[in-house]
């Protein structure tokens, strides 16, 4: 199973954004899945449901840092505005508010996450987002 299928399937599965696309790596990150969970938890909703960057994008970084121990910070820093840059030539944006507004979907910051149920995964474009993001941090850490 691909990386973006793994994301895509966490996601599908009660996982945010964020979570989703960090867990999708967690084979290739010396931390136990349920820490890496628990430490992009906060990232979902673009920040805490505050609906900035992107989860799939900010949990894509967090696993960037934890693949890439050795890379400098300014080497990490090129490596994620990589990814957001590629996230956002295909999407539009990586702003989380924007993505969802452009599905149609009217967003608040309210701290109360949404129940999954199927009306939840049919309108949100978020496994898609978070199968996107996955590829592209797959590709980005094939080419090192």
Same mark, same amino acid.
């Given at each position: 199973?691909?990386?973006?299928?793994?994301?895509?399937?966490?996601?599908?599965? $009660?996982?945010?954004?964020?979570? &989703? #696309? !960090? /867990?999708?790596?967690?084979?290739?990150?010396?931390?136990?899945? *349920?820490?890496?969970?628990?430490?992009?938890?906060?990232?979902?909703?673009?920040?805490?449901?505050?609906?900035?960057?992107? $989860?799939?994008?900010?949990?894509? &970084? #967090? !696993? /960037?840092?934890?693949?890439?121990?050795?890379?400098?910070?300014? *080497?990490?820093?090129?490596?994620?505005?990589?990814?957001?840059?590629?996230?956002?030539?295909?999407?539009?944006?990586?702003?989380?508010?924007?993505?969802?507004?452009?599905?149609?979907?009217?967003?608040?910051?309210?701290?109360?996450?949404?129940?999954?149920?199927?009306?939840?995964?049919?309108?949100?474009?978020?496994?898609?987002?978070?199968?996107?993001?996955?590829?592209?941090?797959?590709?980005?850490?094939?080419?090192?």
């Amino acid at each position: 199973m691909s990386a973006s299928e793994r994301a895509k399937e966490y996601f599908k599965e $009660g996982c945010n954004c964020a979570q &989703a #696309v !960090a /867990l999708a790596f967690a084979d290739r990150i010396d931390l136990p899945a *349920e820490s890496i969970k628990r430490a992009t938890v906060a990232l979902g909703g673009g920040l805490g449901r505050l609906r900035e960057t992107c $989860g799939a994008v900010t949990g894509g &970084a #967090v !696993a /960037l840092g934890l693949i890439f121990p050795e890379k400098s910070k300014s *080497e990490i820093y090129a490596l994620v505005q990589k990814l957001a840059m590629r996230f956002k030539e295909q999407n539009g944006s990586y702003q989380c508010g924007q993505l969802l507004t452009g599905a149609g979907i009217v967003t608040d910051k309210s701290p109360q996450a949404e129940p999954r149920t199927e009306g939840y995964y049919k309108k949100r474009p978020c496994a898609e987002l978070v199968a996107c993001a996955a590829e592209i941090l797959e590709q980005i850490v094939e080419e090192g």
